[in-house]
């Protein structure tokens, strides 16, 4: 209840108050836009005022602003430019080192594969050299072999043929010459006995 | 109390008469303020790009915000073509935005809200328009009061109908911004009647609201200026491209 009368005193402060306002002031003659009094000075000085707004922008603000827009525009796209002429750079730099590395990596490789043959190849090489000298070796030694040999049985047959001489001429003193002791063990060697 | 309607009154500070023409050409309130928004627009622009930043500041970022809405405007409304006339139209947002918004200052007087200048401006538009239509398309301009597709014996009832729509335009362009901008500074106006008449014990109540209305009224003061520019920006798009 107590509500409603304050709402019922707020209403009828208010009324009065929406009356006064609602009626016209006592010297205005209904709204001032439709008094043609001034229409002259109104449309004159909105001509004035718009165009010197116009001039003033067209002559200076606009251009500044266009330029400054600009100059961003272009800088950005400069800089977009130079991002991808670096990226581009950057990916050549990389196929590059990449082609350079496969490239070491085949020469390693073949540098491996020569060196190996080489190694191979003189391996090899010594190999059937000491073999060649070993060879020579064995041959010369056998050849030794031989000549010493048959120099001992020359020099055996020729003790044996002074021997023989010697005891012939003590045992039975005949006399022989030394080509008839040395026919004689001659004769008794190729018998294969001992005895002649 | 003053009349809500006082504050459209329009006082003469400078009279000036051309006696030849009985033409009353007196500086106003009116035309006091129409300096005050070219003097703001201008020196805002002007303030905002000063510094020419690369990255730009807050004052910057706020004028380039207005040319780039107002360019997006034009662009999307009127077409590439269309930016031929982005001075104008700029000028156009800046001085109608300014005019409302400078409006809102207790004590400041809104020329937005006068018939004559809002329909000055308007016709404005409207003979520009026309005359780049005319200037683009000669003649061929006429056939936009053709609809396209239309039955031809229906014509004759179609044409007058568009040309009249057509010459509409600057009417219901005009009207709508000095409604809007006139209404709601009466409506202020009263509250603030209100609020005085109330006194300190009621008077905030509608103080409240002529703070919320405050707000509102800056909405609609780029709400208006916005709707000006696009309408103008769709009238353009007509003169350049016929449909």
Redesign the interface.
């Known amino acids: 209840m107590r509500r409603t009368h304050g709402y019922l005193a ?1 209403l009828a ?2 009324l ?3 009356a ?2 609602a ?3 006592g010297e ?1 003659r209904g ?5 043609p ?11 004035v ?2 165009a ?3 001039w ?3 002559r ?3 251009p ?6 600009e ?2 525009q272009d ?1 950005i796209a400069a800089d977009l430019d130079r991002a991808s002429q670096l990226r581009r750079e950057a990916e050549e730099a990389y196929a590059r080192y990449e082609r350079m590395l496969d490239e070491a990596r085949g020469r390693a490789h073949e540098a491996l594969v020569r060196a190996q043959e080489r190694i191979a190849r003189e391996t090899a090489e010594r190999t059937a050299e000491l073999e060649r000298v070993t060879q020579a070796r064995i041959r010369e030694a056998e050849a030794e072999i031989a000549r010493f040999r048959d120099r001992a049985l020359t020099e055996l047959g020729e003790v044996a043929a002074e021997i023989v001489q010697a005891a012939t001429s003590r045992l039975a003193g005949l006399e022989i010459t030394p080509e008839e002791a040395r026919a004689a063990v001659a004769r008794a060697v190729e018998g294969g006995g001992s005895r002649p | ?6 504050q ?3 006082e ?1 500070i400078v009279r ?1 008469t051309v006696p030849d023409l009985g ?6 309130n ?2 006091l303020w ?2 005050i ?2 003097a703001c ?2 020196g805002l ?2 303030a905002g ?1 000063r510094q ?3 990255v730009p500041g807050r004052l ?1 970022a706020l ?2 915000l207005a ?1 780039e809405f107002v360019a997006g405007m034009v662009r999307e409304n009127a077409g590439r073509e269309g930016m031929r006339y ?3 139209i ?2 156009l947002f ?2 109608v935005l300014f005019g409302n918004l400078l409006g809102i200052i207790p004590g400041a007087f809104t ?1 937005t ?5 809002t329909f ?2 308007a016709i ?1 538009v409207f003979l520009g328009t026309t005359a780049v239509g005319f200037y683009i398309h000669g003649l061929r301009f006429l056939t936009f009061f053709v609809p396209s597709g239309a039955p031809k014996i229906m014509l004759p009832l179609l044409v007058p109908i568009e040309i009249l729509s057509y010459c509409f335009r600057p009417i219901s362009l005009s009207i709508r911004l ?1 409604v809007n901008m ?1 209404a709601g500074h009466t409506m202020l ?2 509250f603030v ?2 609020a005085v ?2 006194g300190i014990l ?1 008077g905030w ?1 509608p103080f409240s609201i002529i703070v919320a209305l405050n707000g509102f009224e800056i909405v609609v003061a780029f709400l208006q200026a916005y709707i000006f520019t696009i309408l103008t920006c769709l009238y353009l798009h007509d003169a350049i491209h016929l449909h």
């Open positions: 707020v402060v208010l009065p108050v929406v006064s306002a009626e016209p002031g205005s709204l001032p836009q439709f008094d009094t001034h229409f002259p000075s109104q449309i004159f000085w909105l001509v005022f718009f010197l707004l116009y003033l922008f067209t200076k603000a606009l500044r602003l266009t330029e400054i827009l100059e961003r800088r | 109390m003053a009349s809500p309607l006082e459209f009154a329009i003469p000036i033409l009353d050409l007196s500086f106003t009116s035309s129409m300096g928004a070219v627009s201008y622009v002007m790009t020419r930043a690369l910057q004028v380039e040319y982005f001075p104008w700029f000028t800046m001085f020329f809200s006068h018939i004559i200048v000055t401006l404005g000095f006139m106006k009263i009647g209100f008449a109330l009621f109540l």
